[in-house]
């Protein structure tokens, strides 16, 4: 669909209060191959590097179908710098932003892993409720 206004606004704030932002453009084997410049691996060690110092937007273009360029992403995203310690010994803790009904699948979370690690079968608490109660709640 393309970059729309509101896009355009956000992206514009962001550079302009120095917040360090990347955009993902998915499904790019959906438009001809001239629409697309092709990234390297030095584009991504140098924006990973200099991503909070620099004035720049880094843009991956990936396809979830065919995995092209998810391999620079993940480059991407495992060289930058945590800006906040990782507490990875702490109890978890997830804040949730959003819920989704996955057919198939169930209800499915997002949102930010405030600290601690959270794996695979671990049984976690929901909450708190409005009386102050926290839910055991584990993945099946």
């Not at 990234?39 to 720049?56: G, K, R």
Request: with cysteine.
């Amino acid at each position: 669909m393309g970059i729309v206004g509101m896009t355009k606004e956000h992206l514009g704030l962001t550079l302009s209060l120095h917040i360090p932002i990347f955009v993902v453009v998915t499904k790019i084997d959906m438009a001809p191959p001239k629409h697309f410049k092709r990234d390297n691996h030095d584009d991504v060690v140098f924006s990973a590097t200099n991503f909070t110092t620099e004035t720049l937007c880094p843009v991956f273009q990936v396809s979830n179908v065919s995995g092209e360029n998810l391999d620079l992403l993940r480059s991407f995203l495992n060289l930058l710098s945590a800006r906040m310690p990782a507490h990875v010994n702490d109890p978890a803790e997830f804040q949730i932003d959003d819920t989704y009904s996955v057919p198939g699948v169930g209800t499915v979370v997002s949102g930010t892993a405030l600290r601690g690690c959270i794996k695979l079968n671990d049984t976690l608490l929901l909450g708190p409720d409005p009386v102050g109660q926290f839910v055991p709640i584990s993945d099946y």
